[in-house]
């Protein structure tokens, strides 16, 4: 892995970076998935990295889903097993009902091997979608291909990082979608019931924390979710901080927190790294 | 090159991430350059994927210090040569003194080849940096290297998607930099003495067609550049048009073009692809 000074003022996200790049020299990663991150990263860094207080609101919501769900499944691709495979093994923990299925949309034997095998090494014990017994209709090519046990048979299905038409896909079948994705503007996050605007491995933690606590709602139906109201919030923190990194204070502070200076780099930054004793 | 439907909404882009995937299987790109590219595109799609009127003044500001410079050089790197060549090219064409120079922050014998052949490939005569002859101080390992004929000797220098550090490093030993880079917020962006916010082959192409214009212009000194100004002018833009998507007006629309809600998907769009007659 290329080393990165820890002084670094973006330190953790360069280092997801180096990961991420490693795992795509192993085959985990696809080159479209590298540039699909790249984009992911611009929406975190404008979100403040942080998970927001709607983002927040959404994955309780997700928890009571999941919890009254007949057959609950989580879809994973390549770049979720290199980014989050802990945060799967969690959430697998807290609700064993949780069915896991690699879905990949580049998809070869190696690849769907090297994604179950990751998840496997930190405590997946089962991991469905290796050989896909199933097809979801009107979906082109491998991207269909999913387990008759897995999302086959499931009602409501997590998609983390998904691509639009899949995400589309789903919901014509009948499933109920929680989509994870930084970008409220894409398909995916449009087109999802429930979609979480956040970063993934964050939004995997505090899922598996809101389980337990969902449970003891006893929360039985699916209670409608407003994904317009969570993806307008986000836009709105983005369009806020923007703002204010602009010097501009034209927009009225919402609701949520105060817009944190340091999150954006101040306009007169000129790019000397904090200096940390060692 | 993966096939992709002239139907999708977002076309050209898909066919830019394609092609540049491609360039990483020869070689020309790295890992860390189809993350990078990733920023960008989510950066450019935030812009509205069209020069903004700010973006046109620094390309016309950046015109007249060109034709001003003494020694004007271009730095060129995997991804500038894999998404830009033919635009250095017609630089080159109407700006027959700017130098050319091949500058890689992951440098090998290989991609500093790939990157000259794909340079010659469209018309550039002449590429340096090749062999490199000169350091810039304070900058460590192989990004320090610059040739004495081309950046060694230029008092402007144009660093299209270059790093923060180095841009940092060119303006220490005295060079005016003109950085063309998607984020506002980019240490590049921040750092750079004319930022231009905008995606690099609409730079190119709109600081070519500049050129004799500002020549006409008969700017001889570098006017001062309000460097501020156009990076806030960026994020304004940005923040305006999220806002707008987001459904809620409750900024004042400043002085450029209204929105093009089109350029945004409408929070109501399924994700079915437009139809086209073929």
Do not use: C
């Not at 690699?102 to 070869?108: A, Y």
């Not at 690849?111 to 009107?138: D, H």
């Not at 409220?184 to 999802?192: C, D, I, M, N, Q």
């Not at 924390?209 to 979710?225: D, K, L, M």
């Amino acid at each position: 892995m290329t080393r990165i000074s820890r002084s670094h003022p973006r330190y953790r996200s360069l280092v997801t970076r180096a990961r991420l790049a490693d795992d795509f020299r192993s085959g985990l990663v696809v080159p479209e998935g590298l540039i699909a991150h790249g984009r992911a990263e611009a929406f975190d860094y404008l979100l403040g990295e942080r998970t927001t207080p709607s983002a927040r609101r959404a994955i309780r919501h997700a928890a009571d889903w999941l919890v009254a769900a007949k057959v609950p499944a989580l879809s994973v691709n390549g770049n979720v097993a290199a980014l989050a495979a802990p945060g799967v093994a969690r959430l697998t923990r807290v609700l064993p009902s949780l069915r896991v299925e690699v879905n990949l949309f580049h998809r070869t034997p190696q690849r769907v091997y090297e994604v179950a095998r990751r998840l496997r090494k930190v405590g997946v014990t089962e991991v469905l979608g290796l050989r896909p017994t199933q097809r979801i209709p009107g979906l082109p090519s491998n991207r269909a291909r999913i387990d008759r046990r897995g999302i086959g048979s499931a009602d409501v299905v997590v998609v983390p990082l998904e691509d639009g038409d899949r995400t589309a896909a789903l919901k014509r079948i009948g499933k109920k979608v929680i989509s994870i994705d930084l970008n409220p503007l894409s398909r995916t996050s449009v087109t999802a019931d429930l979609p979480i605007i956040d970063e993934l491995s964050r939004a995997l933690t505090e899922l598996a924390r809101q389980i337990p606590a969902a449970r003891r709602r006893h929360v039985r139906a699916f209670q409608p979710f407003d994904a317009e109201g969570t993806r307008g919030a986000a836009l709105e923190t983005i369009s806020r901080r923007l703002a204010a990194a602009a010097g501009r204070r034209r927009i009225r502070a919402g609701p949520s927190r105060p817009v944190r200076r340091s999150a954006l780099p101040p306009a007169s930054r000129t790019g000397r790294p904090k200096r940390r004793t060692p």
